[in-house]
């Protein structure tokens, strides 16, 4: 219950601080790019539940959904903007919404596309995919896009075993650090 509070107070108090940042972040995706500013892609969620997730548009809007590491050049899908987005994770911010309607927290396993069915099923193995999926994780700071599946779920099976309020607030910081020095993104 305390994390479910803290992620609707964190969430709306980044929400309301960035809102000039997201509504230019909209505006630059919408003028530099045909196409909606925003995606929404299914994802799984926890138990394994389909649900909507939000994200300013960094690719071209007849992109393929798989994941990026499965395009065959994802920087030719890129808008003229996607790189940037990318790698300040700005295309990230819609998702304060899925926050806030408790389809994710601050801090879990990233939710998966809902086509990575090697993914799934190796989170539904080690009973990671009972977690609320997260804007952040433990395997976020520790690779992110460029660790293999595997070793992304050992990620996600140790902050199953090891969550507190404590462990969340030392992976927020670190994704803060991350962001700022743009570590981890590949494309």
Same mark, same amino acid.
């Given at each position: 219950?305390i @994390?479910?509070?803290?992620?609707?107070?964190?969430?709306?108090?980044? =929400?309301?601080?960035?809102?000039?940042?997201?509504?230019?972040?909209a505006?630059?995706?919408?003028?530099?790019?045909?196409?909606?500013?925003?995606?929404w892609?299914?994802?799984?969620? *926890?138990?394994?539940?389909?649900?909507?997730m939000?994200?300013?548009?960094?690719?071209?809007?007849?992109?393929?959904?798989?994941? %990026?590491?499965l395009?065959?050049?994802? *920087?030719?899908?890129? %808008?003229? $903007?996607? !790189?940037?987005?990318? @790698?300040?994770?700005?295309? +990230?911010?819609?998702q304060?919404? !899925? $926050?806030?309607? =408790?389809?994710m927290?601050?801090?879990?396993?990233?939710?998966?596309?809902?086509? &990575?069915?090697?993914?799934?099923a /190796?989170?539904? +193995?080690?009973?990671?995919? @009972?977690?609320?999926?997260? /804007?952040?994780g433990?395997? *976020? $700071?520790?690779?992110?896009?460029?660790?293999? $599946?595997?070793?992304?779920?050992a990620?996600? +099976?140790?902050?199953?075993?090891? &969550?507190?309020?404590?462990f969340?607030?030392?992976?927020?910081?670190?994704?803060?650090? @991350?962001?700022?020095?743009? +570590?981890?993104?590949?494309?």
């Open positions: 219950m @994390k479910r509070i803290f992620d609707i107070v964190l969430s709306v108090i980044a =929400g309301i601080l960035l809102l000039p940042l997201i509504i230019i972040t505006i630059l995706v919408k003028v530099t790019s045909p196409g909606s500013a925003l995606y892609s299914d994802r799984v969620g *926890q138990d394994n539940i389909l649900f909507k939000p994200k300013f548009r960094s690719m071209k809007i007849d992109t393929p959904a798989v994941a %990026t590491h395009l065959k050049d994802p *920087q030719s899908v890129l %808008t003229p $903007i996607g !790189n940037f987005l990318r @790698k300040s994770s700005l295309d +990230e911010l819609p304060l919404w !899925n $926050i806030l309607k =408790g389809d927290s601050l801090v879990g396993p990233r939710p998966a596309l809902f086509n &990575q069915d090697d993914l799934i /190796l989170r539904t +193995e080690k009973g990671v995919h @009972k977690l609320l999926p997260g /804007l952040t433990w395997a *976020q $700071i520790n690779g992110r896009d460029e660790l293999p $599946i595997p070793q992304k779920v990620l996600d +099976e140790e902050y199953l075993n090891k &969550q507190s309020f404590l969340d607030l030392k992976i927020l910081w670190l994704t803060f650090l @991350k962001v700022i020095h743009r +570590e981890g993104v590949s494309h």
